[in-house]
């Protein structure tokens, strides 16, 4: 394979655009990596790969990074992966998204290529090409080139990719090989947008449909609950119904009014939000059938989250879950990292309920039973159920 003559740039020091420049580098693609909010970007080199295999080591490490000016790194680059943490909520997450591609868009090479990992609505990719154009003074498609590919979430696996020739360049192919991203059907933008939203939309029907169902067969009783559970059942947890909130509230607000998929869209969301009033109902009967005191428990509410991934939903309702579970037992700790749960297991004078918000978490924290690290009190799933599983 051919080495690009110019430098590859990742745009964003989050996991997904981390390992996208530590593959590239592994690959000898000259890659720098920027960071969004110093405003700097770092060259990265073979050596970098063995040593800082993910942010979190690359910050403890504190390596002594080749340093370039942030409109440096850009105007050196032929391809500028598009992969910013986005850490605003709402409304406000469009404003940070432009803001992001305006910084990026004033120092963009005439020629080169941007490749968007950041989920769009409906129209959206076309807005942020007119963006681009406002900003740089390029037309699209004459001075530079869009590729949309937005990735599952907490993976460098395109949902969907759409770009703007009916034909992708044999260069543009190699690098996105290169930088360990899988094949993905090739579709025309605006197609894209709606093959990610039915891939997002179908995704969560599925679930928020089996959630309905268990609730309301939860209701009816114990025998019904596991009728249910016999022909349709498969186990999904809080963080699986989080995952995808951020593209879906993205393609809710480019929906329009009487729009079907805007009814759909919008059904799904209240339907997750309705879990998590469930959870913290399930949680309020299980105290009380159970006659414990709130000032005698101690709530350990398990997520293990990636902090530097691009979507920010899961750690906003980290937040608002723990809050609401902290208005009713004061003494609720949040564990976002694995390593950290062993050390809040102490013996104290409380009875631990331990949450365990993924199936990921649920095999930690029943591996820590086994071994005996962890003893006592009870271990509640965040699945669709509810299911207290040990005592």
Same mark, same amino acid.
């Given at each position: 394979m051919t080495t690009p003559p110019l430098s590859t740039t990742v745009f964003g020091l989050?996991?997904?655009?981390y390992q996208i420049a530590l593959t590239l580098t592994k690959n000898h693609i000259p890659t720098i990596i920027i960071d969004e909010?110093?405003?700097? $970007?770092? !060259?990265?080199?073979?050596? #970098?790969v063995e040593n800082y295999t993910s942010i979190q080591a690359l910050q403890e490490g504190e390596p002594l990074l080749r340093v370039k000016p942030f409109e440096k790194a850009l105007s050196e680059s032929k391809y500028i992966f598009f992969v910013p943490k986005?850490?605003?909520? $709402?409304?406000?997450? *469009?404003?940070? /998204?432009?803001? %992001?591609?305006?910084?990026?868009?004033?120092?963009?090479?005439? $020629?080169?290529?941007?490749?968007?990992?950041v989920p769009t609505g409906i129209g959206g990719n076309l807005e942020n090409i007119r963006l681009i154009e406002r900003i740089s003074g390029f037309k699209w498609c004459e001075s530079f080139y869009y590729v949309y590919c937005p990735f599952i979430p907490c993976s460098k696996n395109p949902i969907v990719i759409g770009f703007d020739k009916p034909k992708m360049d044999k260069e543009l192919l190699e690098i996105l090989q290169l930088a360990g991203i899988k094949p993905s059907p090739l579709l025309p933008l605006k197609i894209s947008e709606f093959a990610h939203a039915k891939q997002v939309i179908f995704h969560l029907v599925d679930m928020v449909t089996n959630f309905e169902l &268990?609730?309301?067969? *939860?209701?009816?009783? /114990?025998?019904y609950l596991n009728k249910v559970k016999s022909f349709s059942y498969r186990e999904v947890?809080?963080?699986d119904l989080i995952k995808h909130t951020f593209d879906l509230k993205i393609f809710t607000e480019s929906f329009s009014t009487g729009e079907p998929l805007l009814y759909l869209s919008t059904g799904i969301l209240r339907s997750i939000s309705s879990y998590i009033k469930y959870l913290f109902d399930e949680l309020k009967y299980f105290i009380k059938t159970r006659e414990l005191k709130a000032s005698k428990t101690r709530i350990i509410l398990v997520?293990?989250?990636?902090?530097? !991934? &691009? %979507?920010?939903?899961?750690?906003?309702?980290?937040?608002?879950?723990? !809050?609401?579970?902290?208005?009713?037992?004061?003494d609720t700790i949040v564990i976002s990292k694995r390593d950290e749960l062993a050390n809040m297991i102490q013996p104290i004078d409380k009875v631990h309920i331990i949450i365990a918000c993924s199936k990921q978490?649920?095999? /930690?924290?029943?591996?820590?039973?086994? #071994? *005996?690290?962890?003893?006592? $009190?009870?271990?509640? *799933?965040?699945?669709?159920?509810?299911?207290? /599983?040990?005592?």
């Open positions: 989050s996991s997904e655009g909010n110093l405003k700097v $970007g770092m !060259e990265l080199k073979p050596e #970098d986005i850490r605003s909520f $709402g409304e406000e997450v *469009k404003i940070e /998204i432009n803001s %992001r591609l305006r910084e990026l868009a004033k120092y963009l090479p005439k $020629g080169s290529t941007l490749i968007n990992s &268990i609730k309301k067969a *939860k209701e009816e009783g /114990i025998e947890y809080l963080d997520w293990s989250l990636d902090h530097f !991934e &691009i %979507r920010g939903d899961r750690l906003m309702n980290l937040k608002n879950v723990a !809050e609401r579970f902290r208005d009713y037992v004061g978490d649920f095999e /930690i924290i029943s591996k820590m039973v086994k #071994d *005996k690290i962890i003893a006592g $009190g009870f271990i509640v *799933k965040a699945n669709l159920p509810v299911e207290l /599983i040990a005592e």
